[in-house]
């Protein structure tokens, strides 16, 4: 749903600087840093809206990426710590096993010397 809405305001955004660059066909002087030249205004308006989604495009998938690759390294981590708690447990199941069986031992050792 929220992917509709974006795309129903982009296209919103793209009709209304669409007619405000219709509406201004009027030559202007851009000036560049090695020179200037005219241009119709709606060229310029119309490069300028494609230059700022172009770098948005970009960035987003910049970020994009970035949390990809995170979400990755945390998948990592996770597994790693997830066979950690796995060996532990292991671990904490032979510690009780061999317990039980010292408890067995020394309660035959005690049973005599009750008696």
């Known amino acids: 749903m929220k992917f509709q809405w974006n795309l129903l ?5 793209a009709i ?12 202007v002087q851009v000036n560049y840093i090695f020179g200037a ?3 119709p205004l709606v060229l310029v308006i119309l490069f300028s809206a494609l230059l700022g989604a172009a770098v948005s495009g970009f960035v987003a998938m910049f970020r994009t990426v970035q949390s990809n690759h995170r979400v990755k390294e945390l998948q990592k981590e996770i597994t790693l710590k997830e066979q950690t708690i ?5 671990e904490i199941a032979e510690l009780q096993k061999h317990s039980i069986s010292q408890v067995g031992e020394l309660e035959k050792v005690i ?5």
């Open 9 to 13: 305001l982009g296209l919103l955004f």
């Open 16 to 27: 209304i600087i669409a007619l405000f660059a219709i509406f201004n066909i009027d030559a």
């Open 37 to 39: 030249t005219e241009l």
């Open 86 to 90: 796995a060996a532990q447990q292991n």
């Open 111 to 115: 049973e005599p010397i009750k008696d």
